[in-house]
């Protein structure tokens, strides 16, 4: 495709659910970020996968966030054990990674808004 | 730590009427700095990368500026649909991006 996507768009559910959010990325970029945006705030770095490195998690919040990536393919965040703060629009963006041309340069998707009741 | 000011947080402008934009941040070692546009409900969208203290860049109504301290998103004569958040980042150590809180610009016709 021709941008980043990601589904669901919406998700609701209840506390203490868990919950898995995807991400595809634009074909070609070897980095990929997971971003959470709560209302009226700014975006809150969660984890970044560049090719085989290690991904950096220091921004997962808690134990109950993780994220995997295949290859330089789909990327999953989940959230186990979701609590009503989790509440919040979650971003993924890409980029051809930090070292290459533009490679700072990360382009978004249009984010899937979470709401936990 | 690294850090991203942005001010003012909400900005109300006629159409036409020029202004500008700050982002103040602290960083080790900045290896970028970015400027996006969020429109309600969607991802932010690409603006413009700053490496160094002195350069700008420009596109269409908006221009962008960097100091070693600071960096201004200049927007000359603005129309309606130039409403949005704009949002600044710094990029320090690897990937990570550190974003300010936006600016919510609105232009009145």
């Known amino acids: 495709g021709a941008g980043v996507s990601q589904s669901p768009s919406n998700k609701v559910t209840e506390k203490g659910k868990d919950v898995e959010l995807r991400c595809d990325p634009i074909?070609?970029?070897?980095?990929l970020y997971w971003y959470r945006q709560r209302l009226g705030q700014g975006l809150e770095f969660l984890i970044y996968f560049q090719g085989n490195s290690a991904p950096d998690k220091s921004g997962l919040p808690s134990d109950r966030f993780s994220a995997e990536r295949t290859g330089e393919s789909v990327s999953t965040l989940t959230i186990q054990r979701t609590q009503q703060e989790d509440s919040a629009v979650y971003l993924c963006a890409t980029g051809r990674g930090v070292g290459t041309s533009g490679g700072g340069e990360q382009f978004f998707g249009p984010g899937t808004r979470l709401t936990v009741l | 730590e690294d850090q991203v000011t942005q001010s003012p947080e909400a900005l109300r402008l006629q159409e036409g009427e020029s202004s500008s934009l700050n982002c103040s941040y602290t960083v080790s070692g900045l290896r970028g700095l970015f400027w996006y546009r969020q429109d309600p409900g969607k991802g932010p969208e690409f603006l413009f990368t700053?490496?160094?203290a002195g350069e700008e860049k420009e596109k269409e109504r908006l221009k962008a500026t960097l100091t070693k301290k600071e960096s201004f998103l200049h927007i000359t004569a603005p129309k309606p649909e130039d409403s949005a958040t704009y949002l600044c980042?710094?990029?320090?150590?690897?990937?990570?991006?550190?974003f300010g809180q936006g600016t919510t610009l609105q232009v009145k016709p």
């Open positions: 980042a710094v990029q320090a150590t690897r990937g990570k991006l550190i």
């Open positions: 700053l490496y160094s």
């Open positions: 074909s070609g970029h070897t980095a």
